[in-house]
């Protein structure tokens, strides 16, 4: 039986995955450099990922009676994720802030898990999710 709090994590959680992957979609359209190619593809995989983690944890959100909001303004207003800039952007800086951010992420919804003790479906899930994001940091990690 979920939490109160389940739903608030899980919101938070969504809105973070979702910026993720429009910065992935940003950085995507604007990396340049040595290893292009790779990075370029590298993203779409991870944005993929991130895109799928999304909506199971929208869909764990509604299962449990939550209302998740995936608006723009919403993940504007409430994702902690750093945002990268606009522009041309160094396949080496990709990489870092990639690293970066991915790693943050982990972090933040791993340092939430205690709280869903009473949910492990949704602890679960989330598990499952820092799992990925700690390969893909990894996976961009490696070619600093």
């Given amino acids: 039986m979920p939490v109160p709090q389940t739903n608030s994590i ?12 429009l910065l992935g979609k940003q950085a995507h359209w604007n990396v340049h450099g040595t290893n292009f190619r790779s990075v370029h593809l590298q993203l779409d995989e991870v944005i993929d990922s991130l895109r799928i983690w999304s909506d199971d944890v929208a869909e764990r959100a ?17 994702s902690q994720v750093e945002t990268i800039a606009a522009g041309p952007i160094l396949v080496e800086d990709v990489v870092r802030q990639f690293t970066d951010r991915l790693t943050s992420a982990s972090r933040r919804i791993e340092a939430k ?5 009473q949910d492990m479906p949704s602890q679960d899930l989330l598990i499952e999710i820092v799992t990925g994001l700690d390969k893909a940091a990894w996976m961009f990690r490696a070619q600093l």
């Avoid at 899980?10 to 992957?21: F, G, K, N, P, Y």
């Avoid at 998740?68 to 409430?78: F, I, N």
């Avoid at 898990?113 to 003790?117: K, Y």
């Fill in 10 to 21: 899980l919101q938070s959680v969504l809105v973070d995955l979702i910026d993720l992957s």
């Fill in 113 to 117: 898990l205690p709280e869903l003790d």
């Fill in 62 to 78: 509604a299962a449990v009676g939550g209302a998740p909001d995936g608006r723009s303004g919403a993940v504007a207003q409430a």
